[in-house]
């Protein structure tokens, strides 16, 4: 099968291309490459699946409708989609709102008519947030939840996103699948996530930030268990039985909520240098806590979370000094 990935030159899509590749699959990575964080990661992540037998790459933005409708046209062969490209950030969207509205609506809008128009698709996987969950205090987050009090732009774009795509499930009898990630963190990880930006003022000796005065708690998700959960999700395409549209919904998460300063802790232990703290008040459209409830996801494709923080916070270590050359 051909597997269009978009976001293939970020955290997710990167590590998504890979397994797909290692299996034998053939795949069409899009990237526009922006700078919303320094591009020399993305480049870096794209060097690594260059050459590789079955991987195209195309540098193009999702939004623009010709530039993708060419692509479509170019590659008949794709036959799925995991559209992994956003413009990411709770705090970014407080003062770069269009640039959410554009790569979040615009351009996940521009995928779905590219599947909407293939009659060789057989599944449409996005990337949601759990972001949508908003102000709601119930624990464990569940898809069987309201999510109509978004508190960030970010979250009512990609709300808006899970809108769309159950419209086209309805309307064209695509097969969607949503997933709502939960603070996925890992090797090859963004520099503008926590996991890096504390061990980058750590290891500069600068202050690291700490909102809500450290009392928040993550469903940290390891990179690994996320991509298994995506490829899973992938193989297993809605069906739409009984009249219902071919739409699913999904956390995707490592189902325990950690403590922000057990995390911190554990980067300060793997780089064997304390941190300084820099005590803040909450954030605008930040949350205190999140945790996934994963039975859906459990049930339907066998989704089993098995990296908890005290391996997965080396192993993320071990690459950050391996790729600093610290």
């Not at 269009?4 to 290692?22: E, K, M, N, P, S």
Request: contains cysteine.
């Amino acid at each position: 099968m051909t597997v269009l990935v978009t976001g293939a030159a970020g955290f997710i899509g990167y590590h998504v291309c890979q397994r797909l590749l290692d299996r034998g699959d053939r795949v069409v990575g899009v990237d526009c490459i922006n700078d919303y964080y320094d591009p020399a990661v993305k480049h870096a992540r794209l060097a690594r699946l260059d050459g590789k037998d079955g991987f195209t790459f195309v540098k193009a933005d999702i939004a623009d409708r010709a530039a993708m409708a060419e692509l479509a046209k170019s590659r008949p062969d794709i036959d799925r989609y995991i559209n992994l490209a956003a413009q990411a950030g709770v705090r970014h969207s407080l003062n770069k709102p269009f640039d959410y509205t554009h790569a979040n609506v615009e351009g996940h809008l521009t995928m779905l008519e590219l599947a909407r128009f293939n009659d060789r698709v057989r599944h449409f996987v996005y990337a949601s947030s759990s972001s949508v969950y908003g102000s709601n205090s119930k624990q464990p987050f569940s898809v069987e939840d309201r999510v109509d009090t978004p508190i960030s732009l970010y979250a009512a774009t990609k709300r808006a996103g899970e809108l769309m795509s159950h419209a086209y499930s309805h309307l064209f009898r695509v097969p969607t699948t949503g997933l709502r990630f939960f603070t996925v963190y890992g090797p090859w990880g963004r520099p503008d996530m926590a996991a890096y930006l504390f061990a980058k003022g750590i290891i500069e000796g600068t202050p690291i930030k700490i909102f809500n005065n450290g009392d928040m708690r993550r469903d940290f998700t390891f990179i690994d268990d996320i991509v298994s959960g995506v490829i899973g999700v992938l193989d297993n395409p809605p069906a739409g039985k009984n009249g219902e549209p071919p739409y699913h919904l999904y956390n995707i998460g490592g189902n325990t909520s950690e403590r922000l300063m057990d995390y911190i802790g554990l980067i300060e232990e793997c780089l064997g240098k304390k941190a300084i703290y820099e005590f803040l008040p909450m954030q605008p459209g930040d949350v205190k806590e999140t945790v996934a409830d994963i039975t859906a996801i459990q049930r339907d494709v066998g989704f089993a979370p098995t990296t908890r923080i005290t391996e997965g916070i080396p192993r993320f270590i071990q690459w950050f000094k391996d790729y600093h050359g610290l």
